[in-house]
């Protein structure tokens, strides 16, 4: 069978587990065919965003409580995630959850305002999807951003850290199962995920700015408890300098496909165990809250001079 015929095959069987003659867990479609669908559900919903958006010059994701910075955007068009095709809508509070294309500083901008996690309960698949869609859409560089614990002992609550590396602590691996060969290779290089001259760039922006930034690796931890001291002291030790639950999987998925990432934590708190306290979601919003106009001016200073 031709791929295309597969893949029409596959469109079939979505809309037929759409009318619940069939679902996908009850085991009745291969894991091939899984994967086939998954294709079909990311073309089809690249080509209803072609329809409605241009081709952005580049991709924010913007973590939690960080979304305001869609509010810049010149001429928007907002499109809730619930309103796109496949999309998964987040549900953790601080994720607005909608797309804001527009123009910013002169570039043609997309913003996730708000992202999905796999503690959420979502498929690390369908975690993915988003930036695979935009990927297929046309989009060649990607900012990810999150709130992120600080472990380094050096790096003070508030600062941005580039992230040059990662750990993914989960096990968890969005390109598991047959490979989407329309999309990449089956063992992609990771040796350079987040790109260096991104962040050269970056860090000259913030000198600018006047703002104090950092590099360091960032560990994907499952979630959604945070971490125990002697997991946080271990992960340490491993080399990691903040830890998150998001971010890792889409900058796998973004390079299996070819295209550049920046990564960028908002060192929200200080992580388990290193301050007599306990952490709280408020305290990462709270956070996030205060550096939102350095946040805003480092994002805008880095998409004007890309
Ligand atoms: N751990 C994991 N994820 C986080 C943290 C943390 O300390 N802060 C913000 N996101």
């Not at 029409?8 to 479609?29: K, V, W």
């Not at 509010?71 to 068009?77: A, D, H, I, K, Y």
Request: proline share 5%; charged share 20%; hydrophobic share 45%.
């Amino acid at each position: 069978m031709m791929e295309h015929e597969r893949i029409l095959m596959a469109h079939e069987m979505i809309l037929m587990a759409r009318e619940g003659i069939l679902t996908e867990h009850e085991g009745i479609l291969t894991e091939h065919e899984v994967i086939l669908m998954e294709l079909s559900r990311i073309t089809e919903t690249a080509s209803w965003l072609k329809e409605r958006l241009p081709v952005p010059d580049v991709v924010v994701v913007l973590g939690s409580g960080l979304g305001e910075l869609a509010e810049q955007v010149e001429s928007p068009t907002v499109i809730p995630y619930a309103d796109v095709p496949h999309f998964p809508v987040s549900t953790v509070s601080g994720h607005a959850g909608q797309l804001v294309s527009g123009v910013l500083k002169g570039k043609k901008v997309l913003m996730m305002q708000g992202r999905c996690h796999w503690y959420e309960g979502y498929d690390i698949q369908e975690v993915v999807r988003p930036v695979r869609i935009l990927a297929a859409l046309g989009a060649k560089t990607f900012i990810l951003t999150n709130a992120a614990g600080c472990l380094n002992r050096q790096y003070q609550v508030g600062q941005f850290m580039f992230i040059t590396d990662h750990i993914n602590l989960t096990g968890l691996n969005p390109l598991r199962g047959p490979n989407l060969d329309q999309f990449g290779i089956r063992f992609p290089d990771m040796s350079a995920v987040y790109d260096h001259e991104l962040i050269t760039l970056g860090e000259k922006i913030a000198v600018g700015q006047g703002t104090i930034t950092q590099r360091g690796i960032y560990a994907w931890y499952q979630g959604p408890s945070f971490e125990t001291p002697a997991e946080i002291r271990m992960f340490a030790m491993l080399g990691a300098d903040a830890i998150g639950m998001s971010t890792v999987p889409e900058a796998i998925a973004i390079r299996h496909m070819g295209r550049r990432v920046l990564g960028i934590s908002c060192l929200t708190n200080m992580a388990a165990g290193i301050l007599p306290q306990p952490i709280t979601g408020e305290e990462v919003m709270e956070t996030a809250r205060r550096v939102r106009p350095h946040f805003k001016a480092l994002i805008t200073g880095i998409i004007q001079s890309l």
